[in-house]
C-alpha cells in the first residue's frame, strides 16, 4: 500500500452516474443523523420547560411601587434619572395602574408633578438613613410635595429602618411626629410584618401600618406563598384591628438566588402575580386599605444591598419591557421556545459538513458525536443567554471575560475528546492502520546511520543500548554516540572505553564486513562515540553534530533515546515503507521494560501507553503523527533538505515531523513495539519530562502559527486540526491554573465584600462537571477498548495523567511567553548490577522536615491545594445562605483542587533510587579547559 498523496485520477463522464446516488445516500444519512439529533434537543427543551398553570388576569393592578432608576442607574453613585426618563416610565406604567408608593422625596422633586400629569396618585416615600443632614433634606421635600401636590396621598417616612437598624426606634418617632404635624395627609412607616406584630408600640406614633409581606425572602415555596401571605396580614390585623393597613410591598423575583424552597425564576414570578391578582379581594377589603405590588421596574442598582434577586422583582425589566403576558400558558423559561430552535439551527449547521465529510464513520460514531455536538450548541446558547437575563455588575463581567474563553476552550476540548472517541472505539471507523513492510523481495539494503545522544546518563545504561543497536540484523549500518553537556565523569568515561573495546575487537575481525538481513552477526557496525562538553542547542545541536559526521552513504537516519534496547528486526520490519519516496520518516511506538513495580511507574507506563494506543491511531488517520525522537527513522536527504534539528526547540522530534508535512511528506506509524525503554525514575522526573514537552509544543505552535492557522501551505485541515486539538489539552492545563488563582482570590472577595463580589451561576459549572464526567468516562473506555489494561490501571494512568496538569501549566506558560527553555533531561532507571548505589541521605528526624522533603517536588501544588481548600471552607464558615450557586461554586473549589491532590498523592507513592542527574546545560570553563583534549574526540 502506497501512503503517497497524489491526485485522484479524474472520473469518466460515463462513472458519474453510480456516483450520484452514493452522494444522495450521504446526503440523506447525514441530514437523517442531524435531524434525530435536533428532535431530541426540542424534545429535551420543551421536557425541561412544562406550562405552569396560572388565572388569567386583567393587566391592571392596585397600586406598584416604583423606584426610577435606569439599568445603569444607581442612588449610591449619584446617577440619578432624569425628568424625561420619568416621565416616559409613569406614561407607560399608567397603563397598568393608577397608585405609586416611591421610597424618596428629595432624589427626583419632579415625580410628584409628573404622577399627577398621568393621572397617578402618589403614596410618596422618605428615604432615611444614618445621615442626619440627607434625612432633613428628605424630610422636607416631603413636607413640601405634600403642601403643593394633591395626588400626594401619604407620606411613608422610612423604608425597613427598624429590622435593619439604620434608625433608633427614637429617631424614627421624632420624624414621624415631626410629619404628621406639619402635613395634612396620612404618615407611616414600612416594616415587615413581624416588626408590627411584635414591637406593637411602633403604631402609636403613625396614622397607618405600612407591611411588608415578602414570601420569598421567608423561604416559602411559590405554591403556598398566597397563603402565607395571607396569614401573616391576618396576624397583623389582629395585633392592630384599629388600624388601616397598606400593604406597601408584596411580590415575587423573577431571577436571582434561591431562599430554601423559594427559587426565583421568570415563571415563579408570574404565577404568583397572577395568582395574587385573582385573590386581591382576600388581601384588600377589610384586611387592607390598599396593595402595592413589589416592584414595577427592575433595578439592577439593587445588587449591592439584596443580593443578586435584588435586581429582579420588577413587573418590567430595565429596558422597560414586559417579563410575563397576564394571560395564557406560563413557561420557567418564556423564550424557551427560541433558545430551542436557534440551538438546533446551530448544532444542524455545524453537524452537516461533518456528518458529510465522515460518512464512513461507523453509525454509533457518527451519532455519538452527532448528540454531543448538539448539546454543545444548546449550551452554548444558554451561556449566550446569560448577559440578556441577567443585570451582570462590572466584578461579574470581568468574571465572565476569563469564564468564556475557559468554557470555550472547555468546549472544543470536548468537542475534540468526543471525536477521538467516535472515531476510535468503534472498529471500522480508522482506515489506515499500517502493519510492519519488510524491504521488497531482491532490494538492496540501503545503509543507515543511527544516531544516539546522551546527556549526563547513567553509563551503565548506554552501553546496554549501544550493545542492543550493534545486534541490529541488518547489513548495512554505523552508530554514532554523541555525549553533550555532560559534566559527571562516571558518566562518560566508561561509555567511551566500551565503544574503543568495540571498535578494537571490530578492527581485529576484520572491520568493515557486511551481513545478510536474517544471517549470523559479522563484526559488527563501526560505533563512533563523540564528547561535546560545551554544546549548544540542546538534544538537537548533538544530532545536528551527529549528522554532520553521517556517512556519505547513509540514506536513512535512526534515532534512539539512551535508555532503549532496541529489537534486533527493528529496521528490518519497518523498511519497505520508506521505499516510497513521499515518505519522511517511520515511526513505531515508544515501550517500557520496567514498569511492573512499584505502582508509580505502572501508572506512568500507562499513561504513555494511551497515547500510542489511541491517540497516534487517531493521528495517523489523517497523516497528522507527532514525531518522537525514539524509535524513528528519518529519510537522510529530507533532513539535509530541511536544514536539520530545530535547535531553538526542546522538542526537536515533534517539529522535525511538522515540517516533514509541510513539505508534503507523508510519517508513517507503524503500532508494533520493536524497542523498550525506561519511565521516568520518579514523580519529579515526569513532571520535568512533561513539562518540557509541553513547552516545546508551544515553541513549535508560535514558530509554525502561520502555517497552522494562516491560508496557503501543504498542510492538510486534518493535519492543522491534530496539532492544534493535540494541544488544546495542554491550553487547558494552563488556564485551569489562571483560573484557579482567579477562582482563589474571586472567594477571597465574596467572603471579605459579598456586597460586591457573589458566587458564579450555578449554569456556569454546568460545562466543567459536564467536561470532567466526559473524560472520566470516555478516557477509561477507550483504554478498555484500546490499550486494555486491568481495571487498577486504568485509573492509575488518569491519576497520573491529571497530576501532570500544573507542570504542563508551567511549560505551556513558558512557551507562550518565551521563557529561557532549559533542557532537562529526564532521570531514569537504576544503577545495573554491580555497581555501587549512590549513598541514601541520613534520616531527618524532624516529622515536618520529612514532608518537606517528600513535597519538594510538588510544592507550588501544595500551596495552591491549600489554598482552595481553604477558600472552600471559609466559603463554608461565612455568613449567607447555602443556595445553589455557593453550593456550585464550592464544587469548582473541589475539582480545581483535584490536579493538585493527584499531584501531592503521586510525590507520595515510593520510586527507585537514582543517581543525581543535572539539567542540561553547558559546562563551567574549568571544566572544558580540563577536558579540551575530549572535545569532539571520535571514540574509535
Known sequence: MRVSRAPAPTAAPHCAAPATPRRAVRWAMALAIAGLASLVNLGLWRLANPPLAAPDVPARVGGLAYNAFPRWGDPHTGRFPSDAQVDADLRQLAALTTQLRTYSAGELPALPALARRHGLQVSLGVWLDGRADANEREVSAAIDAARHHPNVKRIIAGNETQLHRTLSATELHTVLRRLRAATRVPVSTAEPWHVWVYRPELARHVDFITVHLLPYWEGVSVHEALEDALLRLRMVRERHPRKPIVIGEIGWPSGGDSVRSAHATPAAQAAFVRGFLARAGEFGGTLASEVYLMEAVDQPWKRATEGRVGAHWGLLDASRTPKFSFSGPLFDDPYWARKAALSSALGLATLLPFLLAFAHMRLAGRLAFAFTVQAVAAFAVLLGAVPLAH??????????????????????????????????????????????????????????????????????????????????????????????????????????????????????????????????????????????????????????????????????????????????????????????????????????????????????????????????????????????????????????????????????????????????????????????????????????????????????????????????????????????????????????????????????????????????????????????????????????????????????????????????????????????????????????????????????????????????????????????????????????????????????????????????????????THPAVRSERPAGAAVARREAADVAAPGG
Not at 530545530?646 to 520493536?674: F, H, I, M, N, P
Open 391 to 912: 443585570y451582570l455588575s462590572l466584578p461579574d463581567i470581568a468574571l465572565l471575560g476569563l469564564l468564556v474563553p475557559a468554557l470555550a476552550l472547555m468546549a472544543a476540548m470536548l468537542l475534540a475528546q468526543a471525536f477521538e472517541f467516535a472515531e476510535t472505539f468503534w472498529p471500522g471507523s480508522l482506515r489506515r492502520r499500517l502493519a510492519p513492510r519488510p524491504l521488497a523481495e531482491g532490494a538492496a539494503a540501503p545503509f543507515v546511520s543511527v544516531h544516539l545522544a546522551c546527556s549526563n546518563e547513567n553509563a551503565e545504561m548506554v552501553i546496554a543500548t549501544i550493545d542492543s543497536l550493534r545486534a541490529l540484523d541488518w547489513p548495512a549500518f554505523e552508530i554514532i554516540v554523541i555525549d553533550n553537556n555532560t559534566t559527571d565523569p562516571a558518566c562518560w568515561r566508561p561509555v567511551r572505553a566500551h565503544v574503543k573495546a568495540l571498535e578494537a575487537a571490530r578492527r581485529a575481525q576484520g572491520g568493515g564486513g557486511k551481513r545478510a538481513i536474517g544471517g549470523g552477526i559479522g563484526p559488527g557496525p563501526r560505533i563512533r562515540w563523540f564528547r561535546l562538553p560545551r554544546w549548544p542547542g540542546f538534544k538537537a545541536g548533538a544530532l545536528n553534530f551527529a549528522l554532520g559526521r553521517t556517512d556519505p552513504r547513509a540514506a536513512w537516519v535512526a534515532v534512539v533515546d539512551a535508555d532503549y534496547l532496541v529489537a534486533p528486526d527493528w529496521l528490518h520490519q519497518l523498511a519497505g515503507w520508506l521505499e516510497d519516496a513521499a515518505v519522511g520518516a517511520v515511526q513505531s511506538p515508544q515501550a517500557h521494560r520496567d514498569c511492573a513495580a512499584p505502582r508509580l511507574k505502572r501508572m506512568m507506563n500507562w499513561e504513555f501507553e494511551g497515547f500510542f494506543r489511541i491517540g497516534m491511531h487517531h493521528r495517523h488517520e489523517r497523516d497528522a503523527l507527532v514525531q518522537h525522537g525514539t524509535m524513528t527513522i528519518v529519510r537522510r536527504e529530507s533532513l539535509r533538505r530541511l536544514g536539520g534539528w530545530a535547535e531553538d526547540c526542546v522538542c526537536e522530534d515533534t517539529e522535525l515531523g511538522l515540517r516533514l508535512l509541510q513539505q508534503g511528506q507523508s510519517v508513517v506509524y507503524v503500532d508494533k513495539v520493536l524497542g523498550t525503554g525506561l519511565v521516568p525514575s520518579d514523580f519529579a522526573a515526569f513532571q520535568r519530562q512533561r513539562r518540557r514537552w509541553a513547552q516545546g509544543a508551544m515553541q513549535i505552535l508560535r514558530a509554525h502559527l502561520r502555517a497552522l492557522f494562516g491560508a496557503g501551505g501543504r498542510l492538510t485541515a486534518g493535519q492543522r486540526y491534530h496539532f492544534v486539538a493535540g494541544w488544546l489539552p495542554w491550553l487547558g492545563d494552563a488556564l485551569h491554573l489562571v483560573f484557579t488563582i482567579a477562582a482563589i482570590a474571586w472567594t477571597v472577595g465574596v467572603i471579605a465584600a459579598p456586597q460586591v463580589f457573589a458566587p458564579p451561576m450555578a449554569l456556569f459549572v454546568v460545562p466543567l462537571v459536564v467536561y470532567l464526567v466526559a473524560r472520566g468516562v470516555l478516557g477509561p473506555l477507550l483504554y478498555w477498548r484500546c490499550v486494555r489494561c486491568p481495571g487498577a490501571d486504568i485509573f492509575g494512568a488518569a491519576w497520573a495523567g491529571m497530576a501532570l496538569s500544573h507542570a504542563i501549566a508551567r511549560g505551556v506558560l513558558a512557551g507562550l511567553f518565551g521563557a529561557r527553555a532549559v533542557f532537562h533531561v529526564t532521570r531514569k532507571g537504576r544503577p545495573a548490577p554491580g555497581r555501587p548505589h549512590p549513598p541514601k541521605p541520613r534520616p531527618r528526624t524532624s516529622v515536618v522536615a520529612r514532608w518537606r522533603a517528600w513535597l519538594e517536588p510538588v510544592q507550588e501544588q501544595t500551596w495552591l491545594l491549600l489554598a482552595l481548600w481553604l477558600a472552600g471552607i471559609g466559603l463554608v464558615l461565612c455568613p449567607g445562605p447555602v443556595d445553589a450557586p455557593r453550593a456550585a461554586w464550592l464544587l469548582v473549589l473541589v475539582l480545581q483542587s483535584l490536579p493538585y491532590a493527584a499531584a501531592v498523592a503521586c510525590a507520595r507513592l515510593p520510586s527507585d
